[in-house]
């Protein structure tokens, strides 16, 4: 039964006149404390309810994380969405990813007033609707935000879309940092790169495509960087997902992963040999990024903030990727693609409040 306040008065009130017409004091005292312990259980249910945005630690097999009542079995190839930011399916369904559509997309557009305006006023919405408990940084962070994106001196450290302020910050982070996920991840490298030569052997169904399906080519200055989305900023992709179902459980299963807001993705990402990745920064350093070598010939390597490192097969490196950073894969025509799994974990710094916060302000299509 849902009753609205003023029943609960009601209720309350009538509790109280009866309790007057007792005979018994000691009765009467005993209901009062009851009633007034009920109402005050009630007032704090009702004003400190806090949003249900983390994935299940334990899916449904086939469970989509982050989406209600959905189901890799029952999705069907001719769904479609005009943009990022419906239930993962975009224009180019059939290659598996979504191709951005929209001048909403907080990777592809330019941060400016209109996007400062619509954090702080997301921001407010979250706060009337739950609470401004442990929102200073975020609030600092969302304030400032103009005055930190339009900063044009250079900088090592330098996030495209959202800086929230007074986090640790360093290139790379040890594996202690997220410990549980960083194990996990390594104790299901089998599964991962049984999934990935699946869907590298995938024929692609579109014309005059060099591509496997479901794969995106990204642009470099030399050789090819191929990705293969599961979720692309914070929206999953269908079909990619229903191909690699172990690697989806794992993804469901991981404490610290960001799945519920557009600074969230994970995929397989392939550098053939010659292969550079221009250096960039990441949208903001509330999150690190995981890679789990998969195939590491020699002559790859990744540099963040001017600090090299090689990947190794079956072991996690952690980095912040709003540090400039870059990739490269210089080994020998032969040597193949150098691949990664990555995926987008949570900064240890940031409370449980405030990834509560960041998931309502920049969730999907917001």
């Not at 008065?9 to 017409?21: P, T």
Request: proline share 6%.
């Amino acid at each position: 039964m849902e009753w609205s306040l003023e029943r609960m008065r009601e209720w309350v009130a009538g509790g109280i006149q009866s309790m007057r017409e007792c005979e018994s004091g000691a009765v009467g005292t005993a209901l009062c404390l009851a009633m007034l312990f009920i109402w005050y259980c009630y007032r704090v249910g009702c004003e400190h309810t806090t949003p249900s945005l983390r994935f299940s630690p334990e899916p449904r097999v086939g469970a989509i994380p982050g989406v209600l009542s959905s189901n890799l079995l029952s999705c069907r190839s001719s769904l479609k969405v005009s943009r990022v930011g419906g239930n993962g399916i975009g224009e180019d369904e059939l290659n598996g990813f979504a191709y951005c559509q929209s001048a909403e997309c907080f990777r592809c557009s330019k941060p400016g007033e209109g996007l400062n305006q619509r954090l702080y006023q997301s921001l407010q919405e979250y706060a009337k609707r739950y609470t401004w408990a442990g929102m200073g940084r975020v609030h600092k962070g969302v304030r400032d935000q103009s005055r930190n994106m339009v900063c044009s001196r250079p900088s090592i450290q330098k996030p495209e879309i959202f800086f929230l302020p007074d986090l640790p910050s360093a290139p790379f982070f040890s594996r202690e940092a997220q410990k549980h996920d960083v194990e996990l991840l390594e104790r299901s490298f089998p599964a991962l790169l049984a999934e990935f030569e699946n869907v590298y052997r995938l024929q692609s169904s579109r014309t005059g495509s060099s591509l496997p399906l479901g794969w995106k080519a990204n642009s470099t200055p030399r050789g090819q960087w191929w990705t293969y989305y599961l979720v692309n900023q914070g929206s999953p992709m269908v079909l990619n997902a229903r191909r690699c179902p172990r690697t989806w459980r794992v993804l469901g299963q991981l404490r610290t992963f960001i799945g519920n807001n557009v600074f969230g993705n994970a995929c397989f990402s392939l550098l053939t040999p010659g292969a550079t990745i221009t250096e960039h920064y990441g949208p903001s350093n509330v999150r690190l990024r995981c890679h789990l070598g998969l195939k590491v010939p020699s002559g790859c390597e990744l540099v963040v903030g001017g600090e090299p490192q090689c990947w190794s097969e079956g072991s996690c490196l952690l980095f912040d990727d709003s540090f400039l950073h870059t990739a490269f894969h210089d080994g020998a025509a032969d040597d193949g693609p150098r691949v990664v799994f990555m995926v987008d974990l949570w900064h240890p710094n940031i409370a449980a409040a405030e990834r509560q916060a960041l998931d309502y302000i920049f969730s999907p299509g917001r």
